[in-house]
Protein backbone atom coordinates (compact mmCIF):
# COMPACT_ATOMS: atom_id res chain seq x y z
CA UNK A 1 0.00 0.00 0.00
CA UNK A 2 1.31 3.10 -0.61
CA UNK A 3 1.29 6.73 1.16
CA UNK A 4 -0.92 8.16 -1.70
CA UNK A 5 -3.57 5.31 -1.58
CA UNK A 6 -3.63 5.55 2.04
CA UNK A 7 -3.91 9.67 1.76
CA UNK A 8 -7.17 9.20 -0.46
CA UNK A 9 -8.93 6.49 1.72
CA UNK A 10 -8.60 9.08 5.02
CA UNK A 11 -9.90 11.90 2.78
CA UNK A 12 -12.48 9.83 1.48
CA UNK A 13 -13.36 8.62 5.41
CA UNK A 14 -12.78 12.34 6.33
CA UNK A 15 -15.55 13.44 3.74
CA UNK A 16 -18.26 10.92 4.27
CA UNK A 17 -17.70 9.80 8.36
CA UNK A 18 -20.48 12.26 9.27
CA UNK A 19 -23.40 11.05 6.97
CA UNK A 20 -22.06 6.92 7.21
CA UNK A 21 -22.38 7.33 11.02
CA UNK A 22 -25.97 9.21 10.70
CA UNK A 23 -27.70 5.71 9.23
CA UNK A 24 -29.19 3.20 11.38
CA UNK A 25 -27.17 0.01 12.04
CA UNK A 26 -23.62 1.63 11.55
CA UNK A 27 -21.27 1.84 14.62
CA UNK A 28 -18.01 3.10 13.40
CA UNK A 29 -16.18 4.16 10.32
CA UNK A 30 -12.28 3.27 9.83
CA UNK A 31 -10.00 2.32 7.72
CA UNK A 32 -8.43 -1.40 6.98
CA UNK A 33 -8.29 -4.24 4.75
CA UNK A 34 -11.38 -5.35 2.78
CA UNK A 35 -12.54 -9.18 4.23
CA UNK A 36 -14.17 -11.94 2.17
CA UNK A 37 -15.52 -14.69 4.12
CA UNK A 38 -14.01 -13.34 7.61
CA UNK A 39 -10.69 -13.21 5.66
CA UNK A 40 -8.75 -10.16 4.51
CA UNK A 41 -8.35 -9.80 1.06
CA UNK A 42 -5.58 -7.76 1.46
CA UNK A 43 -7.38 -4.45 -0.49
CA UNK A 44 -7.25 -1.43 1.81
CA UNK A 45 -10.82 0.32 1.87
CA UNK A 46 -13.12 2.09 3.95
CA UNK A 47 -14.63 -0.40 6.68
CA UNK A 48 -18.11 0.68 7.85
CA UNK A 49 -19.01 -1.60 10.87
CA UNK A 50 -22.51 -2.19 11.63
CA UNK A 51 -23.92 -4.08 14.79
CA UNK A 52 -26.20 -6.11 12.47
CA UNK A 53 -25.51 -6.80 8.65
CA UNK A 54 -28.84 -7.35 6.92
CA UNK A 55 -30.14 -8.27 3.24
CA UNK A 56 -30.57 -4.53 1.24
CA UNK A 57 -34.14 -5.88 0.79
CA UNK A 58 -34.46 -5.18 4.87
CA UNK A 59 -33.16 -1.75 4.20
CA UNK A 60 -34.35 1.79 3.19
CA UNK A 61 -32.99 2.84 0.20
CA UNK A 62 -31.18 5.67 1.41
CA UNK A 63 -29.60 3.61 4.20
CA UNK A 64 -27.72 1.27 1.61
CA UNK A 65 -23.94 1.73 2.16
CA UNK A 66 -22.28 1.61 -1.37
CA UNK A 67 -19.69 -0.84 -2.51
CA UNK A 68 -17.56 2.36 -3.31
CA UNK A 69 -17.07 6.14 -2.60
CA UNK A 70 -15.13 8.46 -4.42
CA UNK A 71 -13.43 5.66 -6.01
CA UNK A 72 -12.42 3.64 -2.72
CA UNK A 73 -14.08 0.73 -1.92
CA UNK A 74 -15.97 0.08 0.90
CA UNK A 75 -16.54 -3.43 3.07
CA UNK A 76 -19.06 -3.37 5.56
CA UNK A 77 -18.41 -5.34 8.37
CA UNK A 78 -20.52 -6.93 11.27
CA UNK A 79 -19.05 -6.04 14.06
CA UNK A 80 -22.08 -6.23 16.75
CA UNK A 81 -23.13 -3.76 19.64
CA UNK A 82 -20.08 -1.35 20.34
CA UNK A 83 -19.94 -0.94 24.54
CA UNK A 84 -17.73 1.26 26.39
CA UNK A 85 -16.37 0.12 29.72
Keep these: MTDEVLDKVRAVKKAHEQDLMAIPNVVG ?3 GYRQTGGQSTGTIALVVMVSEKLPQTR ?3 KDIIPHEID ?4 DVQE ?5 AF
Design 59 to 61: LDP
Design 79 to 83: VGALR
Design 29 to 31: VGI
Design 71 to 74: GVTV
